[in-house]
């Protein structure tokens, strides 16, 4: 079965450190996308793909990374530089119709 | 960014209920989607809209795109308790700046009345 996977379900981070999210999808998707998820914030997006070696920056991108080597693949690196990392993190593939598939997301924390 | 107005922010509800929530834009749409999310889970595809004047049905779920292309309306039936979660309603825009990305609602909380 074709879908979207995020890994790990739950990260913890130290402070100052880099961490990367893993977003892969087998649905031939061209298109992918990252968003944070606060409570009561809705969505925003971070970064996204339209297609492969190519990237935008979307709503929040400061503090973050992202690339984009391999269709199936867009991890996100969470930078030092992004002061409130804590929160979930959804990753979404889709085609030209926008009709987005989302991962299961990860859970990020600060200790 | 582009913004949408969803409404209500939450609500709870009694089985056997229906419910009705809605999402409203200053700027026309060209496509408007609800999505339903679990607690810790990634949202899922209730109803894809594409035309204005389109009524959508998915088993208990009725959705609109709006006339106007504005807004667009989610109705469910029949409440049952598997129905709690968030509702995010999405648009997709050419205007404004948002590359055809689509631009999501901060969502309705549906929970079970005490």
């Known amino acids: 079965d074709g879908g979207i996977t995020q890994s790990p379900k739950y990260l913890f981070r130290k402070e100052g450190q880099n961490v990367t999210l893993s977003c892969e999808q087998n649905?031939?998707?061209?298109?992918m996308y990252w968003y944070r998820q606060d409570p009561g914030q809705g969505l925003r997006l971070i970064y996204y793909s339209q297609i492969v070696n190519d990237f935008q920056k979307g709503d929040i991108a400061e503090g973050y990374s992202v690339s984009r080597e391999k269709k199936e693949s867009f991890p996100l690196t969470v930078t030092s530089a992004q002061k409130n990392p804590t929160a979930f993190y959804l990753c979404a593939s889709s085609t030209s119709d926008r009709r987005y598939t989302f991962g299961s997301g990860t859970r990020l924390t600060v200790v | 960014g582009q913004q949408l107005n969803q409404s209500p922010q939450s609500m709870f509800i009694q089985e056997g209920e229906d419910v009705s929530m809605n999402c409203t834009s200053s700027s026309i749409f060209n496509t408007w989607l609800w999505y339903k999310q679990d607690p810790g889970e990634g949202p899922v595809l209730l109803i894809a809209?594409?035309?204005?004047?389109e009524l959508t049905s998915n088993g208990r779920l009725t959705a609109q795109f709006g006339i106007t292309r504005k807004d667009s309306f989610l109705n469910i039936s029949a409440s049952i308790p598997s129905d709690v979660g968030i509702y995010f309603c999405?648009?997709?825009?050419?205007?404004?700046?948002?590359?055809?990305?689509?631009?999501f609602g901060k969502g309705t909380k549906l929970s079970v009345k005490p």
């Open positions: 999405a648009g997709q825009t050419n205007y404004g700046g948002s590359q055809g990305n689509l631009i």
């Open positions: 649905l031939n998707h061209d298109a």
């Open positions: 809209l594409y035309k204005a004047g």
